[in-house]
């Protein structure tokens, strides 16, 4: 008795399992923004796969849709091939929904009834990418940055970012600055701004725009979003110079005696470059001479009349991180 209960609860599912047929499946994709009517790619279904005179032996079979979606496209036969196509009923924003899962239906008549209509098969239907958007910038169309004229060189200054509502390569960017200049970079995979070369004694600021231009095809291009860098010369005002409410800071250029400027310069500076000027001095004429350390010692040597300090020799990091100088500035009148 018990080994006879056993045995019917084990065969039964599986005898289940059997009776039961697996829906064949059909993929199809269409791009978006293709006009009303277009056809489904790539997706035909055999009447003979759905074994269609099973379910329907008279004449007069009809196809009928089911899923959320299927009001977009509507099947029909394509008799002459003896099979099933799909087309669209609108136009398909891929942004909207990128896929459809439905099934199909068949009937005798007219699918009037619900009860007639056996599913006979499932399809899924992408919906393929168009480049039809634009990149856009997160930040504002202009960005203005004032820059200390002492910083390193390789330093990342500001970082446009662009978003594009495609997908693949239609989403995948690349950063254009116009018109090319020396002293800023813009890393075209990811929009960073880097300063290559020093703007020490730059008379005026640095403008250039900046695009964003995606892979698609045809390429898009976003607005330009307009950078304008200004170098700022700053240095630690002495106590006797510092007025009510100018925060304790003065431009570089009204060094006094005890005066400390601090620089950050990278150790891939190139030999010659100049890292900063101390002139002009409050002396309408001056000299300058480095003092400490001397100059055979020193990485960097100071113009006597222009009080440039220019790099001589390579810069290593690991071996010299920070260097003191002291520099002497006389009046040449000798006042």
């Not at 959320?68 to 003896?82: I, L, M, P, T, V």
């Not at 594009?164 to 800023?184: C, H, M, R």
């Not at 892979?215 to 106590?239: L, N």
């Not at 304790?248 to 005890?258: F, I, Q, V």
């Amino acid at each position: 008795m018990i080994w006879s209960v056993l045995l019917w609860c084990l065969l039964t599912p599986a005898a289940g399992y059997q009776t039961r047929e697996r829906l064949p499946f059909f993929h199809g994709h269409v791009f978006e923004n293709s006009p009303t009517a277009s056809k489904v790619n790539g997706l035909s279904v055999p009447v003979r796969r759905i074994n269609a005179q099973k379910w329907c032996p008279v004449s007069g079979m009809h196809f009928k849709l089911y899923g959320n979606g299927s009001e977009d496209f509507r099947a029909f036969a394509h008799h002459k091939r003896g099979n099933m196509l799909l087309k669209t009923c609108r136009v398909l924003d891929r942004e909207a929904r990128s896929e459809y899962l439905l099934s199909v239906g068949l009937c005798c008549q007219t699918c009037a009834s619900e009860s007639v209509v056996f599913e006979v098969a499932s399809v899924k239907v992408d919906v393929l990418d168009t480049n039809d958007h634009e990149p856009t910038f997160r930040s504002a169309g202009t960005v203005h940055i004032t820059l200390d004229d002492t910083t390193a060189l390789r330093s990342v200054v500001y970082r446009l970012e662009a978003v594009d509502a495609d997908s693949g390569n239609n989403a995948e960017l690349t950063y254009i600055s116009v018109p090319k200049n020396g002293s800023f970079y813009v890393i075209p995979k990811t929009g960073e701004v880097l300063l290559v070369d020093s703007i020490l004694g730059l008379p005026s600021e640095v403008k250039f725009h900046v695009f964003a231009r995606d892979h698609g095809w045809p390429p898009r291009t976003s607005k330009g979003v307009v950078v304008t860098i200004a170098p700022q010369r700053w240095a630690t005002r002495p106590a006797e110079l510092a007025g009510s409410g100018r925060g304790g800071r003065s431009p570089r250029a009204l060094l006094d005696p005890g005066a400390k400027v601090s620089l950050n310069v990278s150790e891939d500076a190139s030999v010659g470059s100049v890292i900063t000027s101390l002139g002009p001095s409050r002396f309408q004429s001056a000299a300058y001479e480095l003092v400490y350390p001397e100059s055979e010692s020193s990485p960097v040597t100071v113009g006597r009349d222009s009080g440039d300090i220019t790099i001589s020799r390579r810069l290593d990091r690991e071996t010299e991180p920070f260097l003191e100088l002291t520099v002497k500035i006389q009046d040449k009148r000798g006042v």
